[in-house]
C-alpha cells in the first residue's frame, strides 16, 4: 500500500519568516494531495490540495508543489504568522475508491 | 449544518469493557471512515465504508469492528478494550472515497485503564 513520509517533524520559525514542509509517497499512481492543519485541541481541516495535473496551487499565504517524477510534494506558508501554529499533514491517495494515507505530522511553532 | 458529530467527547474505560463510538453526518456523503490519532503516529485509518452496505479495513483494525448502520451513521465498537487502544479517535466523511475533502468530527478522547 501507500506510504507516505513527511519531514520535519517540528518546525520552529520566526513571525515573518517561510516554512516549508515536505513529504515522500511510495505509490506512483496517487493523484491527489491534500493538506490538513489541526489546531490544538480540534479536528483536522483542509487548507488546500493538489491534483496530479498541476505543478503547483497557491491560496493567499500557502502554496503546495508536486513533483511527480521524483514523488515529493511540499507545502510553503510565506510570511507565517502566529495562528499559522499548529500540526500540518499531508496526505495521498491513487485517486477513486482508494483510500487516503497520512503523513505522520509536522507541529509548526511560530515565535513572536 | 453540523456535519460530522460523534460521540461520546469522552471516555475512560477499564481494561476488557466494550463501548461503541457513534457518528453521524448530515452530508449526504457516500464515504465515512474511523482514524485514531497517536503522538507521533499521524492519523492512522481503522476502517472504512465507502457507500453504504461496505465496510472495509485500514491499516489499524485489530481490536474494532464496524457498522454502516445507513448513509448517515458509522459506529465503531471496541469489544474488549485494551490499554494500546487509549488514543483519540476522529470519524470523518466524504463524498466519495480518495477524491475530495475529509470532513472530521471533534474527536473522541478515549483512555483505556
Known amino acids: 500500500g501507500e506510504n507516505v513520509e513527511q519531514h520535519p517533524s517540528t518546525l520552529s520559525v520566526q513571525e515573518g519568516d517561510s516554512a516549508v514542509i515536505k513529504c515522500t509517497y511510495s505509490?506512483?499512481?496517487?493523484?491527489?494531495f491534500p493538506w490538513y492543519k489541526q489546531e490544538l485541541g480540534k479536528r483536522p481541516q483542509l487548507i488546500i490540495d493538489?491534483?496530479?495535473?498541476?505543478g503547483e496551487k497557491k491560496d493567499q499565504r500557502i502554496a503546495v508543489t508536486l513533483n511527480k517524477t521524483a514523488k515529493h510534494f511540499s507545502l510553503h506558508i510565506t510570511e507565517t504568522q502566529p495562528e499559522d501554529s499548529a500540526v500540518y499533514f499531508c496526505?495521498?491517495?491513487?485517486?477513486?475508491?482508494?483510500?487516503?494515507?497520512f503523513g505522520t505530522g509536522t507541529r509548526l511553532q511560530v515565535t513572536l | 449544518n453540523a456535519g460530522v458529530t460523534q460521540t461520546p467527547k469522552f471516555q475512560v474505560l477499564k481494561t476488557g469493557q466494550s463501548m461503541t463510538l457513534q457518528c453521524a453526518q448530515d452530508?449526504?456523503?457516500?464515504?465515512m471512515y474511523w482514524y485514531r490519532q497517536d503522538p507521533g503516529m499521524g492519523l492512522r485509518l481503522i476502517y472504512y465504508?465507502?457507500?453504504?452496505?461496505?465496510?472495509d479495513k485500514g491499516e489499524v483494525p485489530n481490536g474494532y469492528n464496524v457498522s454502516r448502520l445507513n448513509k448517515r451513521e458509522f459506529s465503531l465498537r471496541l469489544e474488549s478494550a485494551a490499554p494500546s487502544q487509549t488514543s483519540v479517535y476522529f470519524c470523518?466523511?466524504?463524498?466519495?472515497?480518495?477524491?475530495?475533502?475529509?470532513?472530521f468530527g471533534e474527536g473522541s478522547r478515549l483512555t483505556v485503564l
Open positions: 496526505a495521498s491517495t491513487p485517486g477513486t475508491a482508494s483510500k487516503l494515507t
Open positions: 505509490d506512483s499512481a496517487s493523484n491527489y
Open positions: 452530508m449526504n456523503h457516500n464515504s
Open positions: 470523518a466523511s466524504s463524498v466519495e472515497t480518495g477524491s475530495g475533502e475529509l470532513f
Open positions: 493538489i491534483r496530479s495535473n498541476v
Open positions: 465504508s465507502a457507500s453504504e452496505g461496505t465496510t
